[in-house]
């Protein structure tokens, strides 16, 4: 495998959804109604650099702090109009499931709230993903 890149993205996602990536080859693509326009260009300067960007999930249907239950490679991200498409795959069960706060946010370099409620963050890949 490539080495990571020191960005990811975190966003929330269903964890039925995720266990079925998982458990079916560990592709997965999500929707999203904002732009994700800096994680884009994180995420294409990580492939110039031979570089994997992780993208880090939260269960969309869990306690907010259930905290991040998987993870996966970014395979490609599309901006179409005023939403993003991320296709990722080896989505991979995070075991236990790791707070929010264990993760720095990439502006600021601020610690992740654990009751984080945005849609889509970009942070510092954490170390337990190596």
Request: aromatic share 8%; charged share 25%; glycine share 10%.
């Amino acid at each position: 495998m490539n080495r990571l890149s020191s960005n990811c993205i975190h966003t929330f996602r269903h964890s039925g959804k995720l266990a079925a990536e998982a458990a079916a080859g560990g592709t997965g693509e999500l929707d999203e109604g904002k732009r994700w326009v800096t994680g884009f260009q994180l995420w294409a300067d990580a492939g110039s650099a031979g570089e994997h960007m992780p993208i880090l999930f939260s269960g969309a249907d869990r306690d907010m702090g259930t905290g991040i239950l998987y993870w996966a490679i970014i395979d490609n991200i599309k901006l179409t109009g005023s939403r993003t498409t991320c296709r990722y795959f080896e989505v991979r069960e995070i075991k236990p499931a790791r707070k929010r706060s264990e993760i720095r946010l990439r502006n600021g370099n601020r610690q992740m709230s654990d009751d984080l409620i945005r849609p889509y963050a970009i942070c510092m890949t954490p170390s337990f993903l190596t």
